[in-house]
Every structure is written in C-alpha cells, then in structure tokens.
C-alpha cells in the first residue's frame, strides 16, 4: 500500500500548502501506516514466544539456527538502512543519479538479505522443520515469512521508484517520496532487529 | 437507504461545475482516465466523499437488512419449545452471519458512511486527504462483504459465533468452507477499514479550515477521530489472529491444534485485543452523532465540550486494557481477573460522563422533539440500561454466573441497539435533508421510532430474566422442561421476545417506506431545517462536489450557530442576526474560482476486485490466486503512474491573477 499513498497526494508539496499539523498528509499516512504495522508484528512475535518451546516434531530451535549465517544476513540489512539514508540524502540534494546509485545498492542489499532466508528456509526444511512440523514450524516460518514479505515488498518499491524517477513521472516532491520508503524501510529492519534477538539470539 | 436513492444525484450549482472540466490523463498508456463520465460510471469510479458515504449507507442499510432477516429466523426458532425452523447446523450459521453481518457489514460501514459524509464537512475540508484511497476502502469493503454472504451459497455459512474461538473454527469442528470465507471476507473489510482509518485521520490532523483547532471541531467528528485511531492498532491484531487461522485451515499449520501443544487461550486473547476496542469502535460513531443532535433540538451548546471529548478520548484508551473481560470464564487467574475487572468498571466513568452531560445539554433547553431528537433520548435511556447490566459484567464472580447466557445477548443489545442503532438512525433524520436535500417525514418518524422502542425492549428485556434464569445462548432449541414458573417462565418470555423483534422489524419498515415516500416527495428541504451549529450546514443541501464555495473561516466551537446568533450586550441572550439561508447565499457569492478536484479513476474498484479474486484463490486454487495477484500488481502500477488529480493543463484557464485555487486535499 505505501507506494499507493505516497503517491496519492503528489501535487501537496509541489505547491507548498501548509497541513494543519505540519506534516504533508503523505508523511502522516506513512507513520500511522507503520504504527499499525507495530501491533501487527507485536502479534506474530507474541505467538512466536509463546510457541518456540513447543516441539513435539522436529527439530528444536536450537539445533538448526545458525547464529552466525543469520548475523551476517542480518548485517547486510542494516548496512541498506545507511544506504537509504544516503539515497535520501542524495534526493534532498536533487543528485539524481547519486539518489539512483544508492537505491540501487539498497535494493541488492535487501535482496540478499531475502536470498539469504530462502537459502535458510531450504536448509532448515531439509533438516526437517516443515511449516507444519511443530508449533515451532508454524510461528517461526508465519513470523520471518511475514518479515521477508516486508523486504520484498520493500525492494520492489524500490525498484519501481527507480523506474518511475528516471521516466519523470514522480508527480510530488521527488525528495519526500524517497524519504516514505526510506520510513517503510527503516521500519522493516527495525523489526528485523527486533525478531534477530528475540527469535535467534534468546535461547528458548 | 435503498437504491432508489442513488439516482438523488445532487445538482450541482451550474456555474462552478461548467468550471470543473476535466479532460483525459491515460494511464499505462492502456487505460483512459474516467473524467467527465455520467450515470452509474459517475458512482462506480468517483473519488468524491460524498458519493462514497451515500455508496456506504446504501450497502450498509442492505447488509442490515440482511442481518435482520437472519435475527428474525433466530427468533422464530426460539419462539417455541423444540423449533423445527432451522436445523441446528443452520442456526449456528444464522447467529454466526448475524453478528458478522451486523457488526462488520452494517455497524462499521454505516458510521463509515456517516463519517465519510461529514467529517470533510464539518471540519470544512473539500474532500479527505486521499480521495482514491477512500474509494479503495469502500470496494475493498463491499468486496469483503460479497465474500462472506457468498458463503451461504456455495456450502454453509461460518458456524463458528462471530467471535470464531479456534480451536472450534479450525477444520475438525467446522468442515465446511464457512469460516475460510468468514476469514476472507473479514482480512479484506479490515484492509477497507485500515485505509480508511488512515484516511480519516489524515483528514482530520491536516486539512481542518483555517482556525478550527481540535478543541473547536465538533464532537462529531472528535469521535470518529477516536475510533480511527482503535481500529488503526486493533485491526492488525485480528489480522494476526485470523492470518493464523487462515494458514491452520487452509496451509496446515498448527497454531491452534490442541494435539501439538497450541494453547487456546491464543485466538481468545488476539481477539479480544481486537475484540473489545471493536465494541467502543462501534458506539463512539453514535454518540458522536447525538452529540451533535441533541444540543441542536435541546436549543443550547452542549453541557461541557471539552469533557465529552476527553471522556469519548479515555473511552478509546482505556477500551485497549480490558480485553480478557471477555474470558473471564477460561480461569485466566485471580490476579488478571482483578486487573480486567478494574479496568472494566473504570471505563463506566467517562461513560457517565458523557450520560451526564447530554442530561444536562437537555436540561433547561426548548427541547424540539423531532424525530431525530426522539432517537437521540431513547439512546441516551436505552445505553444507560445496557451500560448498567454492562457493570454487572464487569464484577468478575457475577459475570461467571452470567457468561453464556441470554443476560449477555440482552446487555449487548441495549448497548448496541439501544445504543448504537438509535445513534444512527437519529443521524438519518437529522441529516437526511443536508444529503438529499428532502425531510424525511416526521410523523412516520415518530412511527418509526416508537415501533423500535417498543420491539427493542420487548426483545431483548426479557433475555434478561431468560439469562438470570439459565438459558444458554447459542442453543439451538430449547424444551418445555427447563422453563421457569410464573414470572420466569421461559416460554413466555421466549414468546414475548419474539413477538418483539417483529415490532421492531416494522418499525425498520416504516423508515423504508419514510425513505421511499420522501424520494418521491419533490418538496425541498430548507438550507437549515434544524438551526444547526456546525459547519456542514453552511453549504448548499445537498452540497456542491467541491463541498463550500468559500473555505470557511472559524473562530468558534459552532461556528455555523455563531455566525447566525450574536449576544445582545445589554440582555446577555442570543439574538439572530441572519438566518441559514442567507450566509450559504453570502458563501456562494464570494465563492472561489478555479477549484481543482481530484479527478475519477479506475484504479479502486478494479484493484478492490483484484484483492477479491485474490482472496478466493485461498479457497479455489493457485491459479485463481494468481491471476488476482496480477490484478492487484496492474491496478497498483496504473494507479501509482495516475495523477491523483488531473493535470493542470486539463483544466479551465487560471484565474486572472494568475493564482490557481487547489482542493483541499492538495494541502
């Protein structure tokens, strides 16, 4: 939906109407957008911890997480997040192709990070954890699923606003678009961290 | 509400809507962009809050409809000992659609309608903050309500109470495709009802007129304020709640099965975080709107402004901290029960509050008993008595003894329809004329109202005495051997509840044909039937597309009264210095030129129906799925290359000095 609302309004700041708050209505949809999302993953990480124990099938958290595979996926997250700083910093800057350059790095980073959990979802469902093994299974895979969603959601918003800066059709304050995904995408790793050391690091 | 009044299309004033010309903008190179379309196009693509809201009550009004067919059946199951009317399979889809239908398709949409309608009005806005999302919401809605009321048709209906306790929804208990539909139709209405939470709170936050602080907003739209802001953090909850459901049903997941250690606890407290803002998402709506009525009809401003607002604000907070009232009855523990049932009883606090201080907007007024008033008294009566027995619940060893029983179906009820259905149908008359620009009819209003009194209370008070004595809701018969004597005796109160709800359903009847009489009454209704105090009557009946003419300028809490009435200096009483009438004419005489509105488009309806097609696919298969997901991703695509408003060079020529008036929604 975010791309959706960032778009809706584009004429806002172009035109330089003030908002009763401040805040362009973009801005504001955005963070009410992603304060609803808290309570949605606040409810798929309390059914986590309250299922992770829970192994009657399969394998038991603790003998398939590898700690130091997922830190590393979990450092190239975060490495996107300053590269979506920088992006919106170039977009600030009106350097466009600075701007491109540096959605373009965000984008693989976040892809990677995606590649990453498929790769892990492979080997942990060859090491016998099915999305219907155990209550385990089930929440781990509803809960990091859900995530990678968000990040893939994340980069073909990315990618799209790349095509759509470079055709020009960005009708808005280019700069304030940029700055909507880097919120969206700031959010998702935050989560990321998050679920990395509830989910990985705490042991059950 | 019927269809019948689709065809009110309002008039616009010709001048200014020769001057809202809007030539084609394609999108995707594939799909021309609907402007200038008439007839049913005009409704299916608009963007405009007002078609919206009309589009919302309609719908909603069926779904009533709907939703009362299927009390009916209820009660003639129960009217007798052994009912033979429906099977016990059917009765439990029965009262599972009934609360679904009415909850979720009538209640939310209607005070969605409502809120459409009016907040843009009464905060002097030309339309919400994002017109095509508000469009998206409604199809998304109607598209979720089509899906659950499918399920009747292809293999049963969900049978698992509204409220849908896994592990009884999941595939052993309920075999049927019901609840997947139930889940389907429920994920999209929420998805409806999440944008339009946004964008009501957008709205509201940013495009208020110049000089209407919170504090000068009418009580109206500070309710809706606060029901937007529950459903934006308890919709996500129930979205966890039944995506669970949805991947154990469908996926074979194991959430809530029993056998692998799923604790059932789980769905009841995800739904009940959800569950209980719910109930205060359904009743803020109506109080906002008696708010509104009666200081109207009472002929004074309401008793304590500011403490209605913030009772109806710490109504909305507290609501998120008493969700296991609800389970009281699973051996939650003593100390949570302490807690929950605390809490419970603190929210009969603001809730006095607010009872006390219409009390007191009422008191000393010329009080005009239309029928919009009468509807307002009656919630304000029939509320305080739901909200008494609601107490009740709230004392932790009494609800044990009360849970499950009819006691809960009657406190709810009042609470509800007492509450909550009085509250709107006191805004179908009050703005009735400012929609249609027609009155509804008084004196079937006065029908109207008292058939509903009186087959409301025959209804549900007797569920109080068949409560307090035992009987069990959801039960699909009951026997002559378990009645009470005299007084209790069940199978009078049974009988008398049933003969009620047929009272009641000719008093739904008599607003239908107060509806279809007044469509056909070409009289029209005056600018300001009811010497009103907010904005929305400063503006034609019904308005313009562009909504004021001139952005009104506040400078009071009622700012439409005050522009009406000054204080004499040397009486102290208001005197009327110009009527209704005469500020819209001096409104339209000053009008703006050149107003820009965000143009029609495709993208909502065609990406509601997207999402639809998608959501079946969880039932029908991956292609199905499929091909809905490239729905979505096309409507997404043309949506965002779509300006929302149509280009600049579209339009008429600027004005003279060259400066170009935008929409509200631009800012």
Redesign the interface.
């Known amino acids: ?1 975010a ?3 960032t ?7 172009d ?1 330089g ?5 401040g ?3 973009n801005k ?2 955005m963070w ?2 992603l ?6 993953f ?3 990480i309390s ?1 986590y911890m ?2 992770r124990g ?1 192994v ?2 399969g394998p038991h958290p603790s003998q398939i997480y590898d700690i130091p595979f997922t830190s590393v996926s979990s450092f190239v997250l975060l490495m996107s997040s300053l590269t979506m700083v920088l992006a919106v910093s170039s977009a600030h800057r009106k350097d466009d192709s600075k701007t491109n350059l540096w959605l373009t790095i965000t984008a693989l980073l976040g892809a990677t990070f995606v590649g990453g959990q498929v790769y892990e979802f492979t080997t942990f469902y060859r090491e016998g954890l099915g ?5 385990f ?3 781990f895979y ?1 809960l990091t699923g859900f995530h990678g969603v968000h990040v893939s959601v994340g980069v073909i918003m990315l990618l ?1 606003l790349m095509g ?1 800066i470079k055709k020009n ?1 960005i ?1 808005g304050d280019k700069a304030e678009v940029v700055e909507l995904i880097g919120l969206y995408w700031h959010f998702v790793d935050v989560v990321w961290i998050i679920i990395f050391t509830l989910v990985y690091l705490i042991p059950s | 509400m019927s269809t019948n009044e689709l065809t009110l299309t309002p008039s616009e004033s010709p001048s200014l809507s020769n001057k809202l010309t809007i030539s084609p903008t394609q999108t995707l190179g594939a799909v021309r962009r609907p402007v200038n379309t008439t007839g049913w196009r005009e409704w299916l693509f608009t963007v405009d809050h007002k078609k919206l809201g009309i589009m919302y009550g309609a719908v909603a009004f069926v779904f009533f409809i709907v939703g009362g067919v299927e009390a009916l059946f209820i009660r003639l199951q129960l009217a007798l000992p052994d009912g033979r009317i429906l099977s016990a399979d059917k009765y439990n889809q029965m009262f599972t659609m009934h609360a679904t239908t009415m909850i979720f398709l009538f209640a939310m949409p209607m005070a969605a309608a409502f809120a459409n309608y009016f907040l843009p009005l009464q905060i002097g806005a030309r339309d919400v ?5 508000n469009a998206l919401s409604f199809w998304l809605f109607l598209s979720g309500g089509l899906i659950l009321n499918a399920s009747w048709f292809l293999g049963g209906a969900a049978d698992g109470g509204w409220f849908m306790y896994a592990p009884n929804s999941g595939p052993v208990f309920s075999p049927s495709n019901g609840v997947d539909f139930w889940i389907l139709g429920l994920q999209i209405a929420g998805i409806a009802s ?2 339009g ?3 009501l ?2 709205t509201v ?4 007129a110049p000089g209407m602080t919170l504090m000068k907003m009418p009580v109206f739209t500070w309710m809706i304020l606060v029901v937007q802001f529950l459903l ?6 129930i ?3 039944l ?2 459901l949805m ?2 049903r469908s ?5 809530f ?1 029993v056998s ?4 059932p606890l ?1 769905w009841q407290h ?1 739904f009940w975080i959800f569950g209980h803002p719910e109930v205060y998402v359904l009743i803020l709506p109506a109080f906002g709107i008696i708010s509104e009525v009666l200081p109207t009809f009472s002929r004074k401003p309401l008793f304590g402004y500011p403490f209605v607002v913030f009772s109806g604000a710490s109504i909305g907070l507290v609501g998120f901290g008493v969700w296991a009232h609800h389970m009281f009855a699973s051996g939650l523990g003593p100390v949570s029960v302490a807690v929950f049932s605390m809490a419970t009883m603190a929210i009969a606090i603001p809730t006095g509050v607010k009872i006390f201080n219409w009390l007191l907007t009422m008191w000393g007024g010329k009080i005009w008993y239309s029928a919009a008033m009468k509807f307002a008294i009656g919630l304000v009566i029939l509320f305080t008595i739901g909200g008494l027995s609601g107490v009740t619940h709230a004392v932790a060893p009494s609800d044990t003894q009360q849970t499950d029983t009819y006691y809960i179906v009657a406190h709810f009820h009042y609470v509800l329809f007492g509450g909550m259905v009085f509250g709107l149908f006191s805004g179908f008359y009050y703005w009735w004329p400012k929609v249609f620009g027609k009155m509804l009819d008084e004196k079937l209003g006065t029908w109207n109202f008292w058939f509903m009194v009186i087959g409301m209370n025959l209804t549900f008070g007797p569920m109080h005495i068949l409560g307090l004595q035992g009987q069990p809701r959801r039960m699909y018969v009951w026997t002559e051997a378990r009645a009470g004597e005299g007084f209790f005796n069940l199978g009078m109160w049974n009988m008398v509840a049933s003969i009620g709800s047929f009272i009641l359903a000719v008093g739904v009847l008599f607003f239908i044909i107060n509806v279809i009489k007044t469509t056909r009454n070409p009289e029209r209704a005056p600018i300001d039937p009811w010497d009103a105090r907010t904005l929305e009557w400063i503006t034609a009946s019904p308005p313009k597309v562009h909504n004021f003419d001139r952005i009104p300028v506040v400078h009071h809490l009622d700012e439409f009264f005050h522009r009406k009435y000054e204080e004499d200096e040397a009486t102290h009483t208001m005197k009327q210095v110009a009527t209704g009438e005469e500020l819209v004419r001096a409104e339209e005489a000053a009008a703006d030129a050149d107003i820009h509105m965000p143009g029609p488009s495709y993208w909502p309806i065609l990406l509601a129906i997207g999402v639809g097609v998608l959501g079946m696919g969880v039932i029908y298969g991956t292609p199905i799925m499929v091909f809905g997901a490239l729905v979505v991703l096309f409507s ?2 043309g ?3 779509e ?3 149509p280009e600049s060079i579209d339009f008429d020529t600027p004005s003279t000095d060259g400066h170009t008036k ?1 929409i509200a ?3």
């Open positions: 939906m791309d959706i609302a778009h809706d309004t584009g004429h806002a700041a035109h109407h003030h908002s009763s708050t805040l362009s209505n504001l949809a009410l957008f304060g609803s999302e808290c309570l949605l606040g409810g798929l059914t309250l299922y829970r009657q099938n999305f219907t093994t155990s209550l299974g089930s929440s509803s799209s759509i059709k009708t | 903050a994002f017109p095509r999302l999440l944008i939470s946004i964008n709170i957008v936050l940013n495009m208020r934006v953090f308890s919709l996500p909850v979205t966890v709640a995506v669970l991947f154990q996926y074979g997941a194991t959430f099965d692998q250690g799923a604790d789980l995800l997404s695509y949506w965002v290359l300006p929302s408003v935008e929604p631009l800012g």
